[in-house]
């Protein structure tokens, strides 16, 4: 006799186990403690085998029956209930594996030890913030161009399209580290057409000091600045060298050698990803070996004030540059570049060669180490030729250009 709702409920349990059918093989077991489980009896190639269906009341009486009738009927098809139970969740753990998240993850793991330490804490937290929450637990291989475009459309929603944009390349990343491992076919990225999704980018320039009369002034400012002595050389430093903000904080003693002059910038500290050649002039050598009786014995030029583990903070150079009297719109860390640059083609130095020394590295990267090659001499020489006028400047002489002296 089929069983109903109400036998169930009123089945109590006895000191041994007690099976309640329903038939088909369905039935009802009550352990001695009271719990009801379902399972299927039933045989496959002349053997008998059970199948848990759940339990009950989770699994209601009409749940327990549907599943009964879907195990009939793979049996009907020469398929084991039990096996086939064990290959959807094989298959199901597979897919958990290759989630968006995870295949993001690893590839995250395998690219941040070539990233700055800068970059590698915003990629990470954007992905957290903007890219897992939507695509994470989703399999890689199942997602598509309109999966991307919700993540780019959120992004753009909070008016971050710069990051937007760079979130579409780094999961285009993603997904073409899951093709190489044979975990997807394609990468959406590819579908997706930014300048028909986002509005053109805003450049912004960063503020600076381009005349030389004011670039005269910073010079002397920086030479009076009485704040803390790796501050101060810093300071000195970072119009000599005319880097970015990042690479010089991070600066490392092993880059440096002082018998070619130079430093060496790793591949994985530039926005570029080349390693990049700093000629170093007579004065920038003079700066660094000042700073390096003070931290020497360290990783860093240029540590920070609570530990020497880790460089300066991203906002010293920033902050003195408040302390001197330079507002945010005059003049920041990074807006020595802009003023060698200014100032380096008004002096006439070639284009090329300025350009080549501020690592506006070129898309192609046979090229780019070409072309670096190819201007390092120039480079060098006008590295020392920039020093020498930046001293004329600060002692107040006139300056003539330099064009063809680099040359």
């Keep these: 006799m089929p069983l109903s709702d109400t036998a169930i409920k009123k089945a109590k349990p006895t000191d041994k186990p007690q099976r309640l059918f329903d038939g088909g093989g369905l039935y009802l077991e009550i352990s001695p ?4 489980l379902w399972r299927l009896k039933y045989r496959c ?14 699994v209601p009486l ?43 993850r690893e590839w995250y793991a395998k690219t941040a030890p070539t990233l700055a330490d800068s970059t590698k804490g915003k990629l990470l937290k954007y992905l957290e913030s903007d890219v897992f929450p939507i695509l994470g637990k989703r399999p890689i291989a199942d997602l598509a161009a309109p999966d991307l ?8 929603g ?4 710069d990051v937007a944009r760079r979130m579409h390349n780094v999961c285009g990343r993603i997904f073409r580290y899951a093709v190489g491992k044979g975990l997807a076919t394609r990468d959406p990225s590819r579908d997706i057409e930014l300048k028909d999704i986002l509005p053109p980018a805003d450049v912004q320039h960063h503020a600076s000091v381009t005349d030389p ?17 790796t501050t101060r050389c810093a300071l000195r430093l970072a119009p000599l060298v005319f880097v970015r903000p990042g690479e010089l904080r991070h600066a490392e003693w092993t880059e440096f050698d ?34 390096k009786a003070l931290t020497g014995s360290g990783r860093y030029l240029f540590p920070g004030e609570r530990t020497s583990e880790r460089p300066m903070s991203e906002n010293t150079i920033n902050a003195a540059l408040r302390r001197m009297g330079y507002a945010k719109e005059e003049m920041t860390g990074h807006g020595f570049r802009s003023m060698a640059s200014t100032l380096l083609h008004e002096l006439g130095l070639p284009h090329a060669v300025i350009e080549s020394q501020l690592a506006h590295g070129e898309r192609n990267k046979v090229s780019a180490a070409y072309n670096f090659a ?18 004329q400047l600060k002692a107040g002489a006139e300056v003539r250009p330099l064009r063809g002296t680099a040359a």
């Excluded at 403690?33 to 009801?36: E, H, L, W």
């Excluded at 020469?78 to 993001?104: C, M, W, Y």
């Excluded at 909070?158 to 399209?161: K, M």
């Excluded at 190819?374 to 001293?391: F, V």
Aim: charge should be positive.
């Design 374 to 391: 190819k201007y390092l001499p120039e480079c060098r020489a006008m590295m020392q030729q920039w020093a020498d006028y930046l001293d």
């Design 62 to 104: 009409a749940r327990a029956r549907e599943r009964r009738e879907e195990a009939r009927r793979l049996l009907a098809e020469g398929i084991d209930p039990s096996e086939h139970r064990k290959a959807t969740k094989s298959l199901q753990t597979g897919l958990a594996a290759n989630t968006f998240e995870v295949i993001g």
């Design 45 to 58: 190639a002349g053997k008998e085998k059970r199948l848990a269906l759940g339990k009950y009341p989770d």
């Design 258 to 291: 002082f018998t070619k002059a130079e430093w060496r910038i790793p591949a994985g500290k530039m926005k570029m990803k080349e390693q990049h050649i700093v000629p170093l002039s007579a004065q920038a050598i003079a700066v660094i070996r000042e700073v």
């Design 158 to 161: 909070r008016g971050a399209v």
């Design 213 to 229: 009369k004011a670039a005269e002034g910073l010079l002397r400012a920086i030479e009076g600045f009485s704040g803390t002595f």
């Design 149 to 156: 475009l919700k993540v780019i459309h959120r992004i753009e």
């Design 33 to 36: 403690a009271g719990g009801k």
